[in-house]
């Protein structure tokens, strides 16, 4: 093998300096978009951590909230269909003590959410305003965990009104007391 000349070596070390400066250039390249990265997610943990400590800020509000429900939210056994009857009955009996006529769409259990067990009645009521608005606001009662869900109302044969309501009732499952620590 012979030596390299002079002109040779030049364009040698050039060749070198240039694939030494690319691999740094792609090197660097690499480096800020992963520093970007990894800065991005310090921003969203940041963030995260002050939404938790918000979180943790307000225990004491939900602790008292959740102590409230333990005392006050009824439970059913959703293994039996009693409570859904009372409850099914009662949102009937209460219109018909209203003077609406009643007629049943649908109703019954739904399938259980989380810590939430929950049984609706949709139905069409009709009568005169009053007595809808007497119904549907004897209906609501938070203490007794019973929400209107969903309420469409048209205008019936005059004085008449046409309502089609979902009322719903929610229950802690009485299964979910013996886990609960």
Request: hydrophobic letters at 40%.
């Amino acid at each position: 093998m012979r030596a390299l000349t002079a002109k040779e070596r030049k364009l040698l070390f050039f060749l070198l300096g240039a694939i030494f400066l690319l691999l740094n250039v792609v090197g660097l390249r690499a480096f800020l978009n992963r520093q970007q990265l990894l800065e991005s997610n310090i921003a969203q943990l940041r963030a995260q951590l002050e939404e938790h400590r918000g979180i943790l800020s307000d225990r004491a509000y939900w602790e008292e909230r959740r102590a409230w429900l333990e005392a006050n939210q009824p439970t059913d056994d959703v293994d039996t269909v009693e409570d859904d009857t009372k409850f099914t009955q009662f949102v009937e009996t209460s219109a018909k003590n209203n003077g609406l006529e009643y007629t049943r769409r649908g109703g019954g259990p739904m399938p259980q959410r989380g810590s939430i067990a929950e049984v609706y009645d949709s139905s069409t009521v009709k009568g005169p305003m009053e007595a809808v608005v007497k119904w549907l606001s004897e209906l609501q009662k938070p203490k007794d965990f019973r929400v209107i869900k969903q309420l469409r109302i048209k205008s019936g044969e005059p004085p008449e009104i046409v309502c089609d309501v979902e009322v719903a009732r929610w229950y802690r499952p009485a299964s979910a007391e013996e886990g609960t620590p």
